[in-house]
């Protein structure tokens, strides 16, 4: 699959090369994209590594370098880091470079980055939906983003051929794009991604502390629904706080919401109320139909589990 | 694989041919006992489609003419229908019979069942802690039991002989098994299990019930994370209202503990407090590595999905 020259960028600098921007690298080069990528990791142990993977053309030891000529600069690190990078490498981005992200959180993306950017420069944040619990630059892979959204917030304002140049990136990638603006995004990403995370991080948390169950006792039975969990909570927790700490408001929000479902069905527990117990799970259940449908999961059993599938048993 | 006779049943009676009873009958048969295996189901649909799928020796029309004979009788139903079923069958059980069942509660199955039977019959309850979204009797698979873990929960003073029967039975299915009594089962399953599951069904009730963000989005953007949490909550609605109903103590009392938890987590959020978060992050990762290294879940990135591993990505 090759794609057009003109809807990518001749030099693109990716900051930060863990899962994502690990994947990014990869991405562009297996989708056959003609572009250099320069890139740039705080931690030297990873530009070592990246350098051993052969994930980028250039590897550059400072991040003055690493955006120095570069035609869209990706910034592929915990959210937290945004406002310091931004002033860092501002005096040296090129005039009518842009500048774009893959943050879970973008209002506070556009807050950290917005103001310290050249006029000439465009700011056009990403959110690439997509992921697993590995972290670091030996976890990414090549098609981590086809078939998945991508999320892209321009503020107001913003230049349309940038936002359009950004769009055809991740399209070329693999990605569905859609335009929506960073608040909204907020809100929805709240309830798809971080509340999900914020439940699992609490509930493996909470296992872990009883006196009356061993930790071990958790491990074994793990596999009644508690395994699904760590999953999730095995996730990079730099990253996640970050997440929290600058989504403060959405998640806030939909937190009361679930406390207030949960604590329904508390009460319905207390009093023994089948039915409302049973209206629920069997409203939840075409949900999962939907996703699925929308090619956003597997359809097999147990996310197709390698120890747990149907095509592994002897009778079917 | 095959195992002495000794070890198995000369006729064995399941009772509810869902996802579990299905999956006991063609793991029977899968592994080599050389048991004759008598099947029925309250369903007329249900009965025909064993047929259909041959996963029985026998199906019989009727409770009684099912347990008629039997030296072991399983109950694969949800746990609300114990009590009615051991009333039912209760005159028609053989002497010396062994009931057993695989229900998610067993201080409940001991309570519906053991005041029925008769005298010279065994009760040993059991539980495998293995299961799919998926129900019905095309649902099942000879292999849902291996490597998992089966507790078995025999009443005080049960035959240990019975008791060591029963284990054996799971023990040549491919599970671990594990002895211990029933609350401080439903404990443990509280823990690893149901409330996970009652978690799970919340979010994803709490989600479609949004005003400013529509089922559309929910479901695009679910690969964040949400869409894990829709597996469990497409389980069997009957089965798990009368988990709830019939583990209310230990669910009550653990999910006591997960809201002070979660609250605790909120407060974080609202104040600011990093570093309670990244702790509490940080701390759950290595739950996921053991459970892994006990071989309870798979160490493929988000669960070896089809969509997302690297053996699928072009440049690994």
Known sequence: MSVPQSQSFNHLTIIGLGLIGGSIARA??????????????ASEAVRD??????????????????????DCVILCTPV????????????????????????????SAIAAVAPHLPEQCHLVPAHPVAGTENSGPDAGFATLFKGRWCIVTPPEGADETAVARVCDFWTALGSNVEVMDAQHHDRVLAVTSHIPHLIAYTIVGTASDL?????SEVIKFSAGGFRDFTRIAASDPTMWRDVFLNNREAVLEILQRFNEDL?????????????ALFNLFSRTRHIRRTIIDAGQDTARPDFGRETATPSAAGTE
Chains 1, 2 share one sequence.
Do not use: C, N
């Open 80 to 107: 937290g880091t945004f406002e310091g990078i931004a002033q860092a490498m501002a005096p040296h981005l090129k005039p009518g470079a842009i500048v774009s992200d893959v943050g879970s959180t973008k209002g």
């Open 263 to 275: 604590t329904a069905l508390q009460r319905a527990i207390r009093w023994g109320d089948g039915d």
């Open 28 to 41: 562009v080069k297996a989708v056959g994209l003609s572009t250099h990528v320069t890139a740039y990791d």
């Open 211 to 215: 006196e009356q169950v061993t930790e």
């Open 49 to 70: 590594r990246v350098r051993e993977l052969g994930l980028a053309d250039t590897v550059a030891e400072t991040l003055e370098a690493a955006v120095a000529d570069s």
